[in-house]
């Protein structure tokens, strides 16, 4: 669930793993984007009010596939206790959850790049809240295919 506006999901039973909102209230938890219900609202999916603000563009991307790099080095060493003291003493916990925070936002705008493009949702809540039954397919391709959205990167002021 990824919606814009201040109400609490829970204070409505609605039981979800929260993707970015606006405003970005939520604790973040690690949790892969698995095949499921996706309910994003219009605004988020336009990416108003977002990290990742208009089109998809080569900055984006770039930063996408360096944080998701990162998150993986990090997910790697959680087996290896040794390794992950290690990366502990190089960059502190507060760097990883920094990156990870930078992630999931990152990786929710390639997602909703791709549901802009790839296809019309299979349903909504009031013509605000969309709706999308994304296969493992459509979540592999909208992650780690090539981007359908690529702009170039924004001129720097």
């Known amino acids: 669930l990824a919606y814009f506006g201040v109400e609490n999901p829970d204070y409505y039973q609605i039981k979800s793993h929260r993707l970015p909102g606006q405003p970005d209230w939520r604790v973040v938890k690690s949790f892969p984007l698995t095949p499921?219900?996706?309910?994003?609202?219009?605004?988020?999916?336009?990416?108003?009010?977002?990290?990742?603000?208009?089109?998809?563009?080569?900055?984006?991307?770039?930063?996408?596939?360096?944080?998701?790099?990162?998150?993986?080095?990090?997910?790697?060493?959680?087996?290896?206790?040794?390794?992950?003291?290690?990366?502990?003493?190089?960059?502190?916990?507060?760097?990883?959850?920094?990156?990870y925070t930078i992630y999931e936002k990152l990786r929710f705008g390639r997602l909703c790049a791709w549901l802009r493009q790839h296809r019309p949702p299979d349903d909504h809540v009031g013509y605000s809240i969309l709706i999308w039954r994304l296969d493992a397919a459509e979540i592999n391709a909208a992650l780690t295919g090539p981007p359908v959205e690529l702009a170039p990167a924004p001129l720097r002021r």
Request: aromatic share 14%; net charge neutral; no cysteine.
């Open 36 to 99: 499921g219900i996706y309910a994003i609202s219009a605004t988020l999916l336009q990416s108003i009010g977002t990290q990742t603000t208009g089109p998809w563009n080569q900055t984006f991307e770039k930063s996408y596939w360096s944080s998701l790099k990162n998150i993986e080095t990090y997910n790697r060493s959680l087996t290896d206790p040794s390794a992950h003291a290690a990366l502990l003493k190089q960059y502190p916990r507060s760097f990883w959850e920094s990156e």
